[in-house]
């Protein structure tokens, strides 16, 4: 089986190869574009764009009630936009609600303000199981939720990708928007875990 | 195939957990080989261009990954099916579909080209 995998992987590759050579043939494309893509997505666009848009609306109410009335327009206001044409909505965690975010059918991501989805985030088991199990799935990211907290599970689809606005942790009062940024992990805002307390932050 | 799937399946969710223990800065690899990062490149900056609508491709891209799903079943890959370099593999053969039906290239040329470089006929060694 892990023989068949990799010879799927090489032809992949070659396939890939050949349709990329093929395009720049043609004109159609540049590998210089292709370049400026891998290049952006793997180095400016990533879990950080999100942790500043979660990490002002810790601190700017009125930025916070545009954001869940519409997300985006709120993070193009922070110069992040282009979401494949899709709506950007954000779900706020409290004491009562936990959000989850997955895409049952493929992969819909808010790439502009989370990066490139991890792996798991891409599997059938994930997919699957959140909608059906959430807690034992949560469980099983180290979450627990509490049985009178309500889960919600936000599919996302071609016209609305979602976004947990996690809770704030305690104990950074008067902390900065930058400093509360670095606190913000992708699987907060993902849902599967929680900012993590600064007092167990190295 | 496999005995237990759900016990796999619980490992292989626990073993996420630990991959993802640095978030802040994506942890993990985006991309697990360089094809994958030419393959998501390739999309973008085509849909960039205006060569293809976005829905047009994701359409093409569910029915792709619900085919695979459905041959081996959502809980039966515990290995390669459940991996992203698979859904990598779906991503490149939707956005052949849809290039080809935009007749941005055709798939005799395709193949062809796949063949050079495949039996070494053809190669890039400078890229």
């Given amino acids: ?202 | 195939m496999p005995e237990q799937p759900d016990d796999q399946l619980d490992r292989r969710i626990s073993k996420m957990t630990g991959e993802a223990a640095l978030p802040r800065s994506n942890g993990e690899l985006v991309f697990d080989s360089p094809w994958e990062s030419r393959a998501f490149g390739i999309a973008v900056a085509l849909h960039g261009d205006r060569r293809f609508d976005w829905e047009e491709f994701r359409g093409d891209l569910i029915e792709e990954i619900t085919r695979a799903e459905s041959e081996v079943g959502p809980y039966a890959g515990t290995g390669a099916e459940s991996s992203g370099a698979s859904y990598y593999e779906r991503w490149l053969a939707s956005l052949e579909r849809v290039l080809v039906t935009r007749g941005l290239l055709n798939r005799p040329e395709l193949e062809a080209r796949a063949a050079e470089y495949a039996s070494g006929a053809r190669s890039d060694d400078d890229h």
């Avoid at chain 1, 009125?62 to 869940?68: P, T, V």
């Fill in chain 1, 1 to 202: 089986m892990g023989d068949d995998h990799e010879h799927a992987q090489d032809w992949a590759a070659v396939r890939t190869k050949a349709l990329e050579s093929l395009l720049v043939e043609k004109g159609i494309l540049s590998s210089d574009a292709i370049d400026e893509v891998v290049r952006t997505y793997e180095q400016d666009i990533g879990p950080m764009n999100g942790a500043r848009v979660v990490a002002r609306a810790w601190t700017d109410p009125a930025f916070k009630a545009r954001l869940l009335a519409d997300g985006t327009s709120a993070v193009e206001e922070m110069g992040y936009g282009g979401l494949e044409g899709g709506q950007l909505a954000v779900s706020e965690n409290t004491d009562a609600v936990h959000n989850v975010v997955v895409c049952t059918l493929c992969s819909c991501y808010p790439w502009p303000v989370l990066g490139l989805p991890p792996t798991w985030y891409k599997s059938s088991a994930y997919r699957s199981r959140v909608v059906i199990e959430p807690r034992a799935v949560l469980s099983e990211f180290g979450l627990t939720v509490e049985e009178d907290t309500e889960l919600r599970v936000w599919d996302s689809n071609s016209q609305v990708r979602y976004m947990v606005l996690p809770q704030r942790p305690e104990g950074t009062e008067g902390w900065t928007e930058d400093q509360l940024a670095e606190l913000v992990t992708r699987d907060s805002m993902i849902g599967v875990a929680k900012v993590p307390d600064p007092s167990g932050v190295a």
